[in-house]
């Protein structure tokens, strides 16, 4: 069974300029959630999906961060500008829905988008 | 809000040595607790969780974690580790009630190295 993906896996961009992550769940998975993990820091969630409805984007920077889910299978991390403190592992997990079911499920992480601003 | 603390941010160990990660958190709910591992340029993966049921919790790679609700602790264990193990161990913890239902929390991570 293939697991999270992401790309891409590494990305260097000059401040001010726009990036992109893309994140594909494992298959089935209806829950995608974006983490940023600086370094020598544990995880933080972005934001959360069920489905394509984003229930939880209370620590997403709205000002220059956004995402999507469309069709509630992969998903898209964009930041336009990026800023120097943007320099992190940017990463993507998924698990089955837990908010109709009630029940807490395993989530399954991606390798990571390793994000560089010069 | 639940919170996460990890007790040493780095372990060195010697080869075929025990090991004790240690992790307390804190809530105002009942939580599940999970301890996932990230190798160097890679993903977390999932070592072991605690649900509901035995304190004693057993995972993957010979590793194993007990729940004390009295301490809040959730501390993760080897009895004898192997250069393999060398990684970084984040602590978790997931509300299973409140207003943060469902939201994973981490612990700063703790990097364990073992030297042969």
């Known amino acids: 069974e293939a697991g999270v993906v992401q790309s891409p896996r590494y990305k260097i961009i000059e401040k001010k300029q726009p990036v992109a992550f893309w994140c594909n769940p494992i298959?089935?998975?209806?829950?995608l959630y974006w983490y940023l993990q600086n370094l020598g820091q544990g995880p933080e969630l972005l934001i959360r999906?069920?489905?394509?409805?984003?229930?939880?984007d209370s620590q997403l920077p709205k000002d220059r961060f956004s995402a999507e889910r469309l069709k509630g299978v992969d998903s898209t991390l964009k930041i336009q500008p990026a800023e120097l403190g943007d320099s992190a592992v940017y990463l993507c997990a998924s698990s089955f829905g837990m908010r109709t079911s009630g029940t807490i499920y395993e989530q399954y992480f991606g390798p990571g988008t390793r994000l560089t601003v010069t | 809000a639940q919170s996460v603390t990890q007790l040493d941010s780095q372990v060195p160990v010697f080869e075929e040595a025990p090991v004790e990660l240690r992790c307390n958190y804190s809530?105002?709910?009942?939580?599940?607790l999970f301890w996932y591992v990230q190798y160097p340029n890679q993903g977390l993966q999932l070592l072991l969780k605690?649900?509901?049921?035995?304190?004693l919790v057993k995972g993957i790679n010979g590793f194993e974690a007990e729940f004390n609700k009295s301490q809040t602790s959730f501390h993760l264990r080897k009895p004898s580790v192997h250069i393999s193990d060398t990684a970084e161990y984040f602590c978790a913890v997931i509300n299973a009630g409140g207003t943060s239902y469902g939201k994973l929390t981490f612990g700063q991570g703790t990097i364990l190295t073992v030297h042969p």
């Open positions: 298959s089935g998975h209806n829950t």
């Open positions: 605690y649900l509901s049921g035995s304190t």
């Open positions: 809530s105002s709910v009942s939580v599940y």
């Open positions: 999906y069920e489905n394509e409805e984003a229930v939880d």
